[in-house]
């Protein structure tokens, strides 16, 4: 059974950083792509950014330049560094981790809150 533990969440002020972590066990096989997506009140999941296992990275517009995902294949974990937030990043952040055959997973979430 496929098992995460998500990391780093919680209250920042506008112009803070936060760094999230996901450790990811009970899968025997790598996961070719890992990442992050997000839900705020009332609105659906998005994705943040993904970072595949051979390099590839995507974000998305909002947060180009602000925020960086990063991947330690092996350990199977994922991280995301975010810079300059603002009060539109709050949301429950979610990590996620694709296996070889598409199969997809998902974290429990972590909240992230940026006061004004």
């Known amino acids: 059974q496929v098992q995460f533990v998500e990391s780093g969440g919680g209250l920042v002020q506008a112009g803070g950083s936060l760094r999230l972590s996901c450790a990811v066990s009970g899968s025997r096989f790598s996961f070719s792509v890992m990442g992050w997506y997000r839900q705020a009140p009332g609105k659906e999941r998005e994705l943040v950014a993904t970072?595949?296992?051979?390099?590839?990275?995507t974000y998305a517009d909002f947060v180009k330049g602000r925020f960086t995902v990063s991947r330690d294949i092996a350990a199977k974990m994922v991280f995301l560094q975010m810079n300059s937030l603002n009060v539109e990043d709050t949301a429950v952040y979610y990590c996620?981790?694709?296996?070889?055959?598409?199969?997809?997973?998902w974290g429990q979430g972590t909240q992230v809150t940026v006061s004004a």
């Open positions: 996620n981790a694709q296996d070889p055959f598409d199969r997809q997973y």
């Open positions: 970072k595949s296992s051979g390099g590839t990275s």
